[in-house]
């Protein structure tokens, strides 16, 4: 009940900011981003004159799979960097402008507050992700050749998981600061590191949710999910919950004001 | 002027292709201009938003929603 | 009904709050009266569970141990809402918030932002609020779920005049519903709404009780009188008297604090009559509650300056 309270605060809130129509469509335009310029390179090239007379265009057309994991390497950087964007204030504004004083002065759940708020981001930047998604498949589809929509949506599904873990760094960051800048830097700081360690210790840190999208090309290709990928994402589900725990836990402790 | 056929045609033939991309772009454009008249109050002119939102193609609606609505509003 | 047994709040070494015990007894309004930085602000916000004491307890009477927050509505000093939001959206969000069903919700917020006074604006956007339309829709929220207790922090000092007196007016009608609790700088708004008082200083409680029993336990007797010219050299003069405690000067009166005041008086006027001080002014009166005041607050002032 007062869970979905805040929850429906929290979408009607991101419709007030036209959150629901700007991010997906935002999502959109990364994804098809790399697929139409892959598509038009030859004649973008031609246009610049970027090649000497005479010279024929010999260059191979990348395999579809290889386009569609181009979509969701731009998810990785501008799309994460959007989310972090748009969830860094969720809490520690609040905070700083004072509104949480006067709805944690009421009877609110900590745990309802924070994994409301956290629910609701989620349902709009998947549907992003999603419809982003679907675009580049879509493209794909109809300019490099045919790609399975099923492994499309599985590969979708397991890269959702790592995206709900970007978005529980962010929440859980939220709760250690007032100021949403400091958020943001702290949660695609916490990001590159783990990228960083996990590219290092490759052999060692093969559940890192940061690994997750390196086990999609193969997924996509052939459908199957490999033991690692099932740990890795089981393990970033594990991180989640104690994501959300540490988030509870850390507003609990500290002081509203 | 052969240039400018090569280009029409060019137009022409990839317009089922490009449409979709356009049309995104021109209902993100018309998504924050009506949030930009909308509010009361941005974090900077208003005019100044006015001709991000306009002339930087997809990064200046997303700058404007991400740092031009101000929070008090 | 709430009592806080030797509450203290440290903030860098420094104590805001130091080892304060109470207790608010149901049904009354109490003021919680100390100049800035006395330490009003924290222990509000401890008792609505905003801050957490460094240590001691806030306990409530018959609650027992359930969430403290159901029984007790908060308006701090500069309240912030969700702008985006209309009046009656916001107060619909809180009901809710506060474990009230929908349709009550829907009722409770518009008797509310009527009785506040600002029915007219409730489908208008908060941003678009004035300062006073926020403090009552402030009021409005604090009080939304029936709270017992009703913590106000300086719900007047901002206000104009005309806002200042809806609201001393609304907090007379809500002493009827639950017991309140304010903070305040100003003594007159303290007398002017209270039953009680706590006087605060420097984040201790320096006096409490009834309005009228801390009058009584301050009232010295005392004259006051103004002659032409420097006030300094009559000042000796009349400390030589034995009945005199002690004096001080305040903008051009001299004030005599004396042990009988009709013997004072005698003395006083014979004196000034044999000597032939040039008296302006001669008055025989009691300190007031202004004086207990004043005394807090210059030497806070004081403090300041060391």
Not at chain 1, 52 to 61: K, Q, W
Not at chain 1, 79 to 100: C, D, N, Q, W
Not at chain 1, 189 to 208: D, G, P, Q, R, Y
Not at chain 1, 237 to 248: D, H, M, Q, R
Request: hydrophobic share 45%; charged share 15%; with cysteine.
């Amino acid at each position: 009940m007062q869970w979905m309270t805040i929850y429906k605060k929290e979408c009607l809130e991101s419709a007030r900011n036209y959150k629901w129509v700007w991010v997906p469509l935002v999502f959109i335009l990364f994804c098809i981003m790399d697929p139409l310029t892959t598509y038009y390179l030859p004649q973008i090239l031609e246009s610049t004159g970027g090649l000497p007379e005479g010279a024929t265009f010999d260059m191979p057309t990348p395999p579809p799979a290889n386009v569609f994991m181009m979509s969701i390497s731009q998810m990785n950087t501008l799309g994460v960097l959007v989310i972090a964007l748009i969830t860094m204030g969720t809490i520690a504004g609040e905070r700083k402008s004072g509104v949480a004083e006067l709805i944690l002065v009421k009877p609110v759940s900590y745990t309802n507050y924070v994994t409301a708020k956290w629910a609701a981001h989620i349902s709009l930047v998947l549907l992003s992700i999603f419809v982003g998604l679907l675009a580049s498949w879509y493209y794909v589809q109809l300019l490099f050749g045919d790609i399975s929509f099923i492994y499309v949506l599985i590969t979708t599904a397991f890269y959702g998981v790592y995206i709900i873990f970007v978005l529980s760094i962010s929440l859980f960051m939220n709760t250690w600061t007032k100021v949403p800048g400091f958020v943001l830097f702290l949660t695609i700081s916490i990001l590159m590191i783990l990228n960083i360690i996990s590219s290092v210790f490759s052999h060692l840190l093969e559940w890192s949710p940061t690994k997750i999208p390196s086990y999609l090309p193969s997924l996509l290709r052939s459908g199957e999910v490999e033991t690692d990928l099932w740990f890795a994402s089981l393990f970033t589900i594990v991180t989640i919950v104690l994501l959300l725990f540490g988030a509870i836990q850390t507003l609990k402790r500290k002081e509203i004001v | 002027m052969l240039l400018t056929q090569n280009a029409i045609q060019f137009i022409n033939e990839n317009l089922a292709i490009i449409a979709p991309l356009l049309i995104i772009q021109v209902v993100l454009m018309i998504t924050a201009l009506v949030s930009l008249i909308r509010a009361e109050a941005t974090n900077g002119p208003k005019w100044m938003w006015v001709l991000i939102i306009l002339f930087i193609n997809t990064i200046g609606p997303i700058a404007y929603f991400i740092f031009g609505r101000s929070h008090e509003s | 009904m709430i009592t806080l047994k030797n509450i203290t709040k440290t903030f860098d070494k420094e104590n805001a709050v130091k080892n304060i015990t109470f207790h608010l007894s149901p049904g009354k309004c109490v003021a919680l009266l100390g100049p800035n930085g006395a330490g009003k602000t924290t222990t509000l916000k401890m008792i609505a569970g905003l801050m957490h004491p460094t240590s001691g307890q806030v306990e409530l009477a018959n609650g027992g141990s359930g969430d403290i927050r159901k029984h007790i509505g908060y308006l701090p000093q500069h309240p912030q809402f969700h702008n985006w939001m209309t009046g009656k959206e916001f107060l619909h969000y809180v009901a809710r918030l506060s474990h009230i069903s929908k349709q009550e919700s829907q009722k409770l917020a518009e008797q509310l932002l009527d009785r506040v006074g600002i029915a007219d604006a409730k489908n208008r956007k908060i941003s678009k609020y004035s300062g006073g339309m926020k403090q009552r829709l402030g009021i409005a929220q604090a009080m939304i779920h029936k709270p017992t207790v009703l913590l106000l922090d300086e719900p007047v000092s901002a206000l104009d005049p005309i806002g200042r007196r809806d609201v001393l007016n609304l907090m007379e009608e809500l002493k009827q519903e639950s017991t309140l609790l304010y903070s305040t700088h100003i003594l007159g708004d303290a007398e002017e709404a209270s039953d009680e008082i706590l006087l605060m200083h420097k984040g201790a409680i320096v006096e409490s009780g009834s309005l009228q029993e801390v009058r009584k336990r301050h009232q010295v007797d005392k004259i006051t009188l103004r002659f032409e010219g420097n006030m300094q050299a009559y000042k000796g003069k009349i400390e030589a008297f034995p009945f005199v405690t002690h004096t001080d000067i305040q903008k051009q009166n001299i004030h005599v604090y004396v042990q009988n005041v009709h013997e004072a008086r005698d003395v006083l006027l014979e004196h000034v009559n044999k000597e032939q001080w040039p008296l302006l002014f001669f008055e025989v009166g009691q300190t007031t509650l202004e004086d207990l005041f004043m005394k807090v607050v210059n030497e806070h002032a004081m403090d300041d300056h060391l």
